[in-house]
């Protein structure tokens, strides 16, 4: 394994993410630009929607500064002024001195902080106090920032978007289709359905509302068919090599299900074990289920045919699934041929298995009730993916699944820092597999020093200390006299039980009726010595009254 990834890493660079600078923005190109509004020579702050740049005067010349140069904005009343304060940004004001590479220039000259005072007093004649046109500054500024920031995080979440080709329609009335269908994610808040049609290259939903969202054939990754043999949903998943974008977002995933039952139920009704309507709902509920499966899976075999096995629906194996947490709550995991999933709960979890480089168990006790899954990829600029609290009895069950796609695994006892780890290997991949690699989490890590201790007591040799040997000697002698003793009293012990094993019961209860009788005796002469010790002092006393009268 170590040999297979130096190798695919030889002639790659890893690590080599370029730091994304700071958008250069320009207020003005030219002075043409520059507005001719009154505030500006009267020397007020002025806000240019237009081309999202604040105007300030600096030194009695109005100076243009773009919204993206503005950190943040705040205003205080202080007795007869109002101050307002801009902070701009510049080299080490957010992340330290760090981000000084996200500026072209970071050795220029930068401005770091303006305040400005005005009075609130309103002299006579004037409309209104000078200070309003900071308040009026200070609420434009803010709905320009906000609209600026918008934009910039809707362009950002388009970063990486590869452009698809065009979905070519086909008129054909025989296309595969499944109707009321829903889709996750979803396109608006609230979920709405839709139908699903296979055409020439690709997949088309279309809402009931108008929403189309399409999905080619080239940019399937993985194709997924799921029953609802257990589950509450019948579903098809796409996982996609490249995100598409829908609901002003983009995505990896697109699911399209439908409901089989009834998720909730309402416990308020009565309902009985035996009432008719139930017995007929649940015969209803299962034709549905036929129903659906018959439908779902015509459509996948259509699929396959049409595009002649490009697109390849997938189904997961569920009696080799086991629990565990890959995000937040409890899911049921489930193998499939190339994968390892979770659909049911969203978010959903595709591992792809060719991707894996190994897998390594970690907390793995007797004594403890679970245990973590760790998937590293053979990418290691990919972020390793992580189950938690899966139940030791599923270990055998996932080591046997593991085995038989000839995945390397390995386990220990403790949790291992896995950013740290990955971040050495990208660091120095040559170091990282010149001092053994993986072979760090293998159990036998550790067999170094305990080799060691065996060349130790290999080379000591017991003939070099002479005193050990007369010690050991006269340590022999000591014993063999306390075995002699033993001997002799075991032997007296013997001779006692070979004694008393030779009387008849006559003897022996002749020997128990003296006892009893010695016993008796000596009882009557205790209860004779407490009554004289009782009637002594009785005597002496009416003694003394005799003599008194």
């Known amino acids: 394994m ?12 890893l690590g080599t993410d370029d730091k994304k600078m700071r958008k250069s923005t320009v207020a003005y190109k030219n002075y043409g630009q520059m507005p001719r509004e009154p505030e500006l020579k009267e020397m007020k702050i002025y806000v240019d929607r237009k081309y999202e740049t604040i105007v300030l005067p600096v030194f009695g010349t109005p100076t243009p500064f773009h919204i993206s140069t503005v950190k943040n904005i705040s205003q205080s009343v202080e007795g007869d002024y109002t101050y307002l304060r801009i902070n701009f940004f510049h080299p080490g004001s957010s992340l330290g001195a760090k981000d000084s590479a996200q500026f072209h220039n970071p050795n220029a000259t930068f401005l770091k902080e303006m305040s400005f005072r005005s ?20 609420r434009i500024i803010k709905e320009v920032q906000k609209k600026y920031k918008t934009r910039e995080a809707e362009e950002k979440e388009l970063e990486g978007i590869v452009k698809q080709d065009a979905l070519q329609l086909s008129n054909n009335r025989s296309n595969p289709k499944l109707k009321d269908l829903y889709i996750r994610p979803n396109i608006v808040s609230k979920r709405i359905t839709g139908t699903l049609e296979a055409h020439s290259n690709g997949f088309r939903f279309t809402s009931v509302r108008g929403d189309k969202v399409d999905i080619l054939y080239n940019n399937v990754k993985h194709a997924f068919y799921q029953p609802c043999d257990g589950e509450m949903i019948i579903l098809l998943h796409f996982h996609l090599k490249h995100a598409i974008v829908f609901g002003k977002k983009k995505h990896n995933d697109v699911q399209f299900y439908t409901e089989v039952g009834e998720i909730t139920t309402d416990l308020g009704k009565n309902s009985y074990m035996h ?21 779902f899976k015509g459509f996948c075999e259509k699929v396959e045919s049409m595009t002649r096995q490009v697109v390849e629906f997938d189904t997961p194996y569920r009696e080799l699934g086991f629990h565990g947490v890959p995000f937040k709550s409890t899911v049921l995991l489930q193998p499939t041929s190339h994968a390892l999933v979770n659909l049911t709960e969203w978010p959903v979890l595709v591992i792809t298995l060719d991707e894996i480089e190994l897998v390594h168990f970690e907390r793995v006790q007797f004594h403890l009730r679970n245990f973590d899954m760790v998937f590293v990829c053979k990418d290691y600029n990919k972020k ?30 403790q949790s291992l820092n896995w950013v740290k780890i990955m971040k050495t290997i990208i660091d120095d991949p040559n170091g990282f597999f010149d001092q053994g690699g993986w072979n760090f989490l293998e159990p036998d890590s550790d067999a170094g020093s305990d080799g060691e201790d065996e060349d130790e007591d290999e080379n000591f040799n017991p003939s070099e200390s002479g005193s050990g040997s007369e010690s050991s000697g006269s340590e022999e002698d000591e014993e063999s006299d306390w075995d002699e003793e033993d001997d002799d009293e075991s032997g007296s012990e013997e001779l006692d039980s070979d004694e008393e094993s030779g009387k008849d019961w006559s003897d022996l209860e002749e020997e128990a009726r ?33 003599k008194r009268r």
């Open 275 to 295: 009432d008719r309507d139930d017995m007929m709902a649940e015969q209803a509920e299962r034709e549905m289920r036929h129903k659906l499966k018959s439908a």
């Open 384 to 413: 390793t993916s992580m189950i938690n609290l899966i139940p030791m009895q599923s270990l055998d069950n996932v080591k046997d699944w593991l085995n038989s796609c000839d995945i390397h695994y390995t386990e220990g006892i």
């Open 514 to 546: 003296k006892a009893d009788a010695e016993d008796g005796n000596l009882h009557e002469d205790d209860s004779r010595g407490r009554k004289r010790k009782h009637g002594s002092p009785g005597k002496s006393s009416k003694s003394k009254k005799s």
């Open 2 to 13: 170590n040999v297979d990834a130096k190798l695919r890493m030889q002639g790659t660079t």
């Open 119 to 138: 009075s609130n007093n309103k002299e006579p004649g004037e409309i209104s106090a000078p200070s309003s046109n900071l308040n009026t500054a200070l």
